[in-house]
């Protein structure tokens, strides 16, 4: 799941963004990432040894962060709605500032934290930055509805205009 997630993350990204859909090669990860378990089993009949999927999710983790801050970075000058893009970069500075020490652990690197895992912390931020943005973009999604009615009121009250006229 920690190998899956951030790259299901990039396809999310470019739906909710508009985006063009992400190079094929994330696809190709998502793939190497559903099999890191099988990896894992075939090392490990008890799950006990990580040795080969620790640098799976790593990999994984690491990319995505920087791949949706650099996304991030791009869609401040380009999207509308500068506040719900500044909402997507804290998600990921909070995940990448914090689980950076978790993967330096997981893949071998000393534990600098001493089995403190800030990563944790940063996923609790990033869902609240998350809930946010999400918020924020359903709250615009009413306003433009509430725009559109009005538009549609004001054409009908047209139409009714004309419809008398000819009667």
Not at 60 to 87: A, E, H, K, M, W
């Amino acid at each position: 799941a920690l190998a899956v997630a951030p790259i299901i993350s990039v396809e999310f990204t470019a739906d909710f963004f508009e985006l063009p859909r992400p190079h094929r090669v994330w696809r190709v990860a998502l793939v190497v990432a559903l099999a890191a378990p099988l990896f894992v089993a075939l090392e490990d009949s008890r799950f006990l040894d990580l040795s080969v999927a620790s640098p799976i999710v790593g990999a994984c983790v690491i990319c995505s962060v920087v791949y949706q801050i650099v996304t991030g970075i791009r869609l401040l000058r380009t999207y509308p709605d500068r506040n719900t893009v500044l909402f997507f970069l804290c998600c990921w500075i909070a995940l990448g500032a914090s689980s950076w020490v978790d993967i330096l652990a997981w893949i071998g690197g000393p534990d600098l934290l001493g089995g403190g895992r800030p990563a944790c912390l940063g996923l609790g931020v990033f869902g609240i930055f998350q809930s946010m943005l999400l918020g924020r973009s359903h709250f615009r999604s009413l306003a433009e509805a509430d725009g559109l009615n009005d538009r549609l009121r004001g054409q009908v009250r047209d139409l009714e205009d004309r419809q008398g006229e000819i009667a």
